[in-house]
Nanobody
Framework: QVQLVESGGGSVQAGGSLKLSCAAS????????IAWFRRPPGKEREGVAT????????YYSDSVKSRFTISQDNAKKLVYLHVSGLKPEDTAIYYC??????????????????????WGQGTQVAVSS
């Protein structure tokens, strides 16, 4: 059973940055894509970025494309989300999720949460104006 643990969240002022980490363990050899999702207060969860663990090819939602960067350290089994230029509307619980398929082959799309079977508990990001 794949286990994912997020860290790195916190409270920052608008314009600031954070580096979120997702540590994967158990059964990681089968994982092909790891994504970051977020759930803003009172809103539905949305996908922000995903990365192929084999090729490091990534995909972003339009809302974060110029400000967020997803990367990985396969040796350490870590996936990062560097978030910069933070805005109050980026306030959310950020989750990492994993799937056994390459994100470009996921039937319903690269950032659809139903395509990801394994989830972490989340890390809170709060952005003040």
């Amino acid at each position: 059973q794949v286990q994912l643990v997020e860290s790195g969240g916190g409270s920052v002022q608008a314009g600031g940055s954070l580096k979120l980490s997702c540590a994967a363990s158990s059964g990681t050899d089968e994982i092909r894509s790891i994504a970051w999702f977020r759930r803003p207060p009172g809103k539905e969860r949305e996908g922000v970025a995903t990365i192929s663990t084999r090729t490091a090819t990534s995909y972003y939602s339009d809302s974060v494309k110029s400000r967020f960067t997803i990367s990985q350290d396969n040796a350490k089994k870590l996936v990062y989300l560097h978030v910069s230029g933070l805005k109050p509307e980026d306030t959310a619980i950020y989750y990492c999720a994993a799937t056994l398929g390459e994100w470009w082959l996921l039937r319903r799309g690269p950032l659809i949460d139903d395509e990801y079977a394994y989830w972490g508990q989340g890390t809170q990001v709060a952005v003040s104006s």
